[in-house]
């Protein structure tokens, strides 16, 4: 199985701040990589797939890069509604979710 | 509005099996494949395997080869997912998910709480 590793597991930050979360797969995923948001008690949300596209919906704030092994999820600017957890999910080779990134207030 | 919707919570002691449902509705059954995700309270998401219910072919995650089970029952538009030999490890939210066209999730189910406890 395909391993994603996901920086940092909990970040600090501020409305309005820049944040950037970070996935490496074990192995090269072309750009098969989707990021999901999920707050406590709710399924997750899909938010961006083929590593850099945004799905219908979801605000601009939020963009993905990278290919092959290195992928980031960044926030341009922290809204109150992003304070949730954060999960990579490589889909090349059947599933691997990254371990997660929970965002929460400063 | 496409729905899926989940069986309910289940209590299962250590070494029994659990059989969790999902019925889907509004949108053609076979047209999308299932997958299965968990979640252990606290925990992040974890990978179980899927299915295409217009084959019946499956994939497994390697943790749960052996012990998961993912079938459907195209007459009801109901997926099933079977895991066996529990133990309190297994202790989680199981969660139903179509994947859409664009190969992730687009609708999940509101999830089955499973407890393992002796």
């Known amino acids: 199985d395909i391993q994603m590793t996901q920086s940092p597991s909990t970040l600090s930050a501020s409305v309005g701040d820049r944040v950037t979360i970070t996935c490496r797969a074990s192995q090269s995923i072309g750009t098969w990589l989707a990021w999901y948001q999920q707050k406590p008690g709710k399924a997750p949300k899909f938010l961006i797939y083929?590593?850099?596209s945004l799905e219908s919906g979801v605000p601009s704030r939020f963009s993905g890069s990278g290919s092959g092994t290195e992928f980031t999820l960044t926030i341009s600017s922290l809204q109150p509604d992003d304070f949730a957890s954060y999960y990579c999910q490589q889909y090349n080779s059947y599933w691997t979710f990254g371990q997660g990134t929970m965002v929460e207030i400063k | 509005q496409v729905q899926l919707v989940q069986s309910g919570a289940e209590v299962k002691k250590p070494g029994a099996s659990v059989k969790v449902s999902c019925k889907a509705s509004?949108?053609?059954?076979?047209?999308?494949?299932i997958t299965w995700v968990r979640q252990a309270t606290g925990q992040g998401l974890e990978w179980m395997g899927w299915m295409n219910p217009n084959s019946g072919n499956t994939g497994y995650a390697q943790k749960f080869q052996g012990r998961v089970t993912i079938t459907r029952n195209t007459s009801i538009s109901t997926t099933y997912m079977e895991l066996s030999s529990l133990r309190s490890e297994d202790t989680a939210v199981y969660y139903c998910a179509r994947v859409g066209p664009l190969r992730t999730t687009d609708y999940w189910g509101q999830g089955t709480l499973v407890t393992v406890s002796s």
């Open positions: 083929k590593a850099s």
């Open positions: 509004e949108y053609p059954f076979t047209n999308y494949d």
